[in-house]
């Protein structure tokens, strides 16, 4: 699988990609890259087969303290929320490939724990 994320630095953008095929790596990753208190989507997904735009994968959405999210890039893909979060007062932006993108509340019904293991999971 192929992990990536990027982070606006006004001047330039800070592009990182790397390559991943244990859950047990994917885990740290996703950890330090929450750490890091900078929201930002990280992609992951597989080896694209065609000239597709994005191939399937899911992407996540990390970095702020209490919120998150899960987007499935599949033909019928979606968020993944949880009822027992409640949303966010507002909409929060992360870095989407070095472009800040606001994500509605709804779609920020999850924990970072849980998007983490939902990521993983998906490996």
């Keep these: 699988m192929k992990v990536t994320w990027a982070y606006d630095r006004g001047d330039h953008r ?3 990609q790397v390559d991943i095929t ?3 790596a994917l885990d740290r990753l996703l950890r330090q890259i929450h750490e890091r208190d900078e929201p930002v989507v990280v992609t992951i997904y ?3 087969a065609d000239d597709t ?4 994968g899911v992407q996540v959405g990390l970095g702020h303290a209490t919120h998150a999210f899960v987007v499935h890039i599949t033909d019928d893909g979606g968020y993944d929320t949880d009822p027992d979060v409640p949303a966010p007062a507002t909409a929060i932006s992360f870095d989407l490939g070095g472009v800040p993108t606001e994500y509605p509340a709804d ?3 999850l924990r970072p724990e849980t998007a983490i293991q939902k990521a993983v999971d998906s490996l």
Aim: aromatic content about 0%; overall charge negative; proline content about 25%.
């Design 14 to 16: 800070d592009t990182h």
């Design 22 to 24: 244990d859950p047990t």
């Design 46 to 48: 597989d080896e694209p």
């Design 53 to 56: 735009d994005l191939p399937p």
């Design 107 to 109: 779609h920020l019904r």
